[in-house]
């Protein structure tokens, strides 16, 4: 009795996970939307080695390949384990019925082979239960150091034809890596690998660092530094690491600033007698361009995608909400109306959506909204989170999350903007202020 | 020969005192003197930090000067009235409970009104500066209101030297 009733709840559970998470009709697709509460299950066949040496790389590189899927909440890689045929050839056809039998949606095949310092990567991507490839075979390829770049771009492809969505694995993350205590926190610059690999510091700890951007082609990264006492603007070339103050800053407190899509143009917040406003100004150089002209506090500004328009937080009404204007300049529209106070507005890549911070009721929030400020969510709930950067597709934040306490100290954390899969970016210890390059080249 | 003695022991005493001390913070130019000296000695950085006050608190979320913070900011314009050889820079500063952008404006605006009301009371604008350290440099570190209180400051940290 019990058995058949749990075979019959199994048997339902199979049915939602048929029907309800990814279409069994059709070509393999994941549509993402709130819907999807179960990950596809997905066979990472291990790459062959085209040679013995290339053995531990080909697994090095199969391993983040699964990584990467599972780690975007929408695949369930199966264990190799569970394989009734191994991959022996990349070249011979696929015994599908092998693969159906252990419910894979997708199978993806590789191989890797070693020429010198270069790595070449081929993969193949194929719906299992349609019993066709998905697109067409690819290789990539790259120096012996790229290894986790080429495994990223892998995973990016196989997102991108099985969600018809760009991917984001293979893109870097500049944060800022804390140490000491609560009272005497030492900052320094950091970069890595968006799963939290290949970590190197492009500052040291000698002065207080805070907020780094990327800009879109990461080149180079805007940053807000106290070396010279007081928070100015700095901007660092990322493979030089030669760092210069932003150029003609007026003799005030500069901060929060944010680099244009084209990267010409940083914007940024300015004090002047207690009172801050928001400023433009040329990377080159050039005479400052003061935007906001009020008494209230105006910071945190950032562009749309498109560079038309200027999202920001002020506290003009009374409390910090966020508010759109032409990136011109002109009559500022406030989109956040709900409880509480909107802080440190990013625009998604995608121009849908703005992520925001919120602060309601002694919690925070990492939430998104429309540009009209309407269909408001809320993604994470903490003692304090804050600082929301964008996944290169638009479907991740990345934040900073920070527990309460004398010991209390922050991490990286992302979510999806469906509000699931939370989770914590791994740093080498505490770390804060993401901020989330696009697509590597 | 005796003069540089001297000058190489108050530089070592400068050093000291900005090294231990946890309230202030680097200053933005000349030399940090916050605490140097002795708190009996009335023309003393140690008699204004401890005797006079070198900080005002502020509620949530203002920058608005109480009774309280009004009547430490008078006793600070007298000394600096009277020790005129003396710079101040007025940090501002925020608890943690806010985003590190707003609470950097949050701290500019306190300490730009401790420094309004101390040129108001007629120290000379260009004997004072300011810095936001935002929510960087909490001196409390519970995340209870009795700890956000003493960080919502605004801390006046002597320098000598000439001005900025």
Redesign the interface.
């Known amino acids: 009795m019990i058995k058949r009733l749990f075979v019959a709840a199994l048997a339902a559970l199979l049915a939602v996970l048929s029907w309800g998470a990814w279409a069994q009709d059709g070509p393999l697709r994941i549509e993402i939307t709130e819907g999807v509460i179960e990950p596809l299950p997905i066979a990472v066949a291990p790459f062959l080695a085209e040679a013995g040496t290339a053995q531990a790389l080909a697994a090095d590189i199969t391993a983040v390949v699964r990584a990467d899927l599972e780690g975007s909440g929408l695949f369930r890689a199966i264990s190799p384990n569970a394989f009734i045929s191994p991959i022996t050839s990349f070249d011979s056809p696929v015994q599908y019925a092998d693969w159906k039998a252990i419910n894979a949606q997708g199978l993806v095949t590789g191989t890797v082979s070693v020429s010198g310092g270069s790595i070449t990567v081929q993969f193949r991507l194929f719906d299992v239960f349609s019993e066709v490839p998905l697109g067409e075979g690819l290789q990539f390829a790259g120096g012996g150091d790229a290894w986790r770049r080429l495994a990223h771009k892998v995973a990016d492809e196989v997102y991108t034809r099985i969600t018809g969505e760009g991917g984001y694995f293979d893109s870097r993350v500049v944060f800022v890596a804390e140490t000491g205590?609560?009272?005497?926190?030492q900052k320094r610059l950091a970069v890595m690998d968006y799963d939290g690999a290949n970590v190197s510091y492009l500052t040291d700890s000698s002065t207080?660092v805070?907020?780094p951007r990327i800009s879109n082609d990461g080149s180079q990264v805007l940053y807000t530094s106290?070396d010279?006492?007081?928070?100015r603007i700095n901007l660092l070339d990322t493979r030089t690491l030669t760092r210069r103050p932003l150029s003609n800053q007026p003799d005030a407190?500069s901060?929060?600033p944010r680099f244009s899509p084209d990267g010409t143009t940083v914007l940024f917040?300015l004090?002047q007698?207690?009172?801050?406003d928001l400023y433009r100004q040329a990377l080159s150089g050039g005479t400052p361009e003061r935007l906001t002209q009020a008494p209230s506090?105006e910071?945190?500004p950032g562009y749309s995608p498109d560079g038309s328009r200027i999202v920001f937080?002020s506290?003009r009404s009374g409390s910090?909400q966020i508010y759109i204007m032409p990136a011109a300049g002109g009559e500022p529209q406030r989109i956040s109306f709900g409880p509480g106070r909107y802080?440190?507005p990013v625009w998604s890549p995608r121009g849908d959506l703005i992520a925001f911070?919120k602060?309601n009721q002694?919690r925070f929030h990492i939430g998104v909204m429309r540009t009209d400020g309407s269909e408001e969510r809320l993604l994470t709930a903490s003692?304090?989170d804050?600082?929301p950067t964008w996944s290169p597709n638009g479907r991740v934040v990345m934040f900073t999350r920070?527990t309460?306490?004398?010991g209390?100290a922050p991490a990286l954390y992302s979510v999806d903007i469906t509000g699931r899969n939370l989770k914590r970016v791994p740093t080498p210890g505490a770390a804060s202020?993401p901020a989330w390059s696009p697509l590597l080249e | 020969m005796s003069r540089s003695i001297l000058t190489l022991a108050l530089v070592a005493l400068v050093t000291l005192a900005s090294c231990t001390d946890r309230f202030g913070g680097p200053v933005a130019g000349g030399a940090g003197v916050a605490g140097a000296g002795s708190p009996s000695d009335p023309a003393s950085p140690a008699y204004f930090q401890q005797a006079v006050g070198d900080r005002v608190l502020f509620p949530v979320d203002e920058s608005t000067l109480n009774a309280a913070a009004r009547a430490t900011l008078d006793q600070q314009a007298a000394w600096l009235r009277a020790n005129g050889s003396y710079r101040a820079t007025i940090e501002g500063h925020a608890d943690e409970q806010g985003t590190r952008e707003y609470n950097l404006a949050l701290g500019a605006r306190r300490a730009s009104s401790a420094q309004q009301y101390l040129v108001s009371q007629g120290i000379a604008a260009n004997r004072l500066s300011t810095v936001s350290f935002g929510k960087e440099r909490p001196i409390e570190l519970c995340s209870t209101e009795s700890c956000y209180a003493q960080n919502r400051r605004a801390v006046t940290v002597l320098a000598t030297g000439a001005g900025v």
């Open positions: 205590p609560k009272d005497a926190r207080l805070l907020a106290y010279t006492g007081v928070p407190m901060f929060s917040s004090s007698g207690g009172n801050t506090i910071t945190a937080e506290d910090q802080g440190s911070t602060q002694g003692f304090l804050e600082g920070e309460a306490g004398a209390g202020d």
